[in-house]
């Protein structure tokens, strides 16, 4: 096994009186990215200055490529962590290619020239990054995605181990970021060890090998995205509620924050259905202060995801097989104990008729269907609004209680009702 290019023992820093970091250790491997996360002062940026060599520690060492950082001069520093910064503040007009140009700088003596490795490293870069095309344009006229990118040509013609990245795609496009994280990773693929701050959790569980979730200037959690994003840990980390489940397009680990739960309203709801329109059902119902069971569901669908997120109690089934009979008894057995059903699925043929035959043991059932058509199903109603008709068939179904006791009762007339003439 190789040595980490980037090695954090037991690292503690403080600001002035303020602790920012407390005995914080971590490790980079050579091609591998690993992704900073945590809420906004939860000490990434220091972690990496500190990494970088700019910020010296209280206590605890930093190694990059076997050598401590704090024993390096800053241009021996420079030759083994490269830094993209989020913001970086360009005092002149210098053009793309001498931006670039400048991380040579570290690997030739202050007054030479520019040698022919420098000037292929900074072709290479630009190239690489997509920029060769900005190369004489003034730094200061370009936009914000070509700014990044030009950072990051920098960073590339460095040529270091270690590369360092604070929020490289905050205020970015959605293709710029992508663009952004699609480099990185192909400079991982060649070998260097990246360590990236970023606040997207879904960016990050994508393209990261790892995540190390920092809160507080501590460690709440690292490893593998599916190991570091659970619920828990977010609310651990940021105070927030989430749903976690796997993205269907790219099958990477995503995070939902859910809005505070309202208080328990006392009444269970037994959801049934799959997919995108059940999962979001169950989650309008939950925010909603709604009890909910669920099923029967088929292990790896989305809203078999969001069940166990929200610790729905459930009915799971093996995927692409049909519900047996323990599991559809199961499925009944909830349905039956809960104050009403959410049928989750199209009006006509599209919901399947074993889910029907569960619904209709509860005591009252609403119909969901898909946003786009809940307007043509006079019946039925969008996830947004279950926990209203939820409501509204409780009260319906109470209302018919009392009429039908008010009309069970004995009638009386008039006379029945008379007081009897007294005797006297």
């Known amino acids: 096994m190789t040595d980490p290019t980037i090695s954090v023992e037991d690292l503690s820093i403080s600001l002035g009186d303020v602790p920012v970091l407390s005995e914080v250790s971590l490790a980079v491997e050579p091609g591998e990215l690993v992704g900073l996360v945590g809420p906004n002062g939860a000490g990434k940026t220091t972690l990496l200055r500190s990494i970088s060599g700019v910020l010296a520690p209280d206590s605890g060492s930093v190694r990059v490529d076997g050598d401590a950082v704090g024993g390096?001069?800053?241009?021996?520093?420079?030759?083994?962590?490269?830094?993209?910064?989020?913001?970086?503040?360009?005092?002149?007009?210098?053009?793309?290619?001498?931006?670039?140009?400048?991380?040579?700088?570290p690997h030739r003596s202050r007054f030479s020239p520019a040698a022919e490795d420098d000037r292929r490293a900074v072709d290479a870069a630009l190239e690489r990054t997509g920029v060769t095309d900005l190369a004489d344009r003034p730094i200061d006229e370009i936009s914000g995605g070509e700014r990044q990118r030009v950072l990051l040509a920098r960073a590339v013609a460095q040529e270091t181990p270690a590369l360092l990245l604070d929020e490289p795609t905050a205020s970015l496009d959605v293709n710029h970021q992508v663009e952004t994280l699609e480099l990185v990773r192909s400079l991982v693929a060649d070998g260097t060890a990246a360590l990236a701050a970023i606040h997207d959790l879904d960016l990050a569980a994508r393209y990261c090998d790892r995540l190390a979730l920092l809160a507080d200037g501590e460690f709440v959690a690292v490893g593998t995205p599916e190991e570091v994003l659970t619920e828990s840990a977010i609310d651990a980390a940021f105070d927030v509620r989430s749903v976690v489940a796997r993205d269907p397009a790219t099958g990477s680990t995503s995070v939902t924050a859910l809005p505070d739960r309202a208080s328990p309203r006392g009444v269970r709801v037994h959801v049934l259905g799959t997919g995108g329109t059940a999962a979001n059902t169950l989650v309008r119902l939950d925010d909603a202060g709604y009890d909910l069971s669920a099923g029967p569901l088929p292990e790896g669908d989305v809203a078999a995801a969001t069940a166990r997120s929200l610790g729905v109690d459930r009915v799971v089934t093996t995927p692409l097989s049909p519900p047996d009979g323990a599991e559809l008894a199961a499925a009944r057995e909830r349905a039956r104990g809960a104050d009403a059903a959410a049928l989750v699925g199209p009006q006509d043929d599209g919901v399947d008729a074993v889910l029907s035959e569960v619904a209709a043991v509860a005591p009252a059932t609403v119909r969901v269907v898909p946003p786009d058509a809940a307007a043509s199903e006079s019946v039925a109603v969008a996830p947004d609004d279950a926990p209203t008709a939820v409501a509204e068939v409780l009260a319906d179904a109470a209302g018919t209680r009392g009429d039908d006791a008010a009309a069970a009762e004995p009638r009386r007339d008039a006379a029945d009702e008379a007081t009897p003439e007294s005797d006297d």
């Open 72 to 105: 390096l001069s800053s241009r021996a520093a420079s030759r083994r962590v490269a830094v993209v910064p989020q913001h970086a503040e360009v005092s002149f007009s210098f053009d793309v290619r001498e931006i670039v140009a400048m991380a040579r700088h």
